[in-house]
């Protein structure tokens, strides 16, 4: 089992840059798909990139891809959303999820941190 935190998130101004982490305790890391996922209110929770449990593939949302990268670190057990070019479109709280065994179901999840972009 995998426990998720998400410290960060927070105010930036449209066109900047904000990097996400996401603590996993537990053991194993390495054998989690691990992705990031997003949320309005009143709006489904959209997929916006994973990666697998090596780190050598990733796959992002089209509406995120070329602006934001995720990445981890094992050795941290540790994941990273990095994003650029942000703009009042991507204020949503933002949420981390592990798939243990990447079967193509994350059935842990973070406390979501809030991403509020200002125009």
């Known amino acids: 089992q995998v426990q998720l935190v998400e410290p960060g998130g927070g105010l930036v101004q449209a066109g900047g840059s904000l990097r996400l982490s996401c603590a996993a305790s537990g053991r194993a890391f390495t054998m989690y798909r691990m992705a990031w996922f997003r949320q309005v209110p009143g709006k489904e929770r959209e997929f916006v990139a994973t990666?697998?449990?090596?780190?050598?593939?990733?796959y992002y949302a089209d509406s995120v891809k070329g602006r934001f990268t995720i990445s981890r670190d094992n050795a941290k057990n540790t994941v990273y959303l990095q994003m650029d070019s942000l703009s009042p479109e991507d204020t949503a709280v933002y949420y981390c999820?592990?798939?243990?065994?990447?079967?193509?179901?994350?059935?842990?999840w973070g406390q979501g941190t809030q991403v509020t972009v200002s125009s």
């Open positions: 990666i697998s449990s090596s780190g050598l593939s990733t």
């Open positions: 999820a592990a798939d243990r065994n990447s079967v193509g179901s994350y059935g842990y």
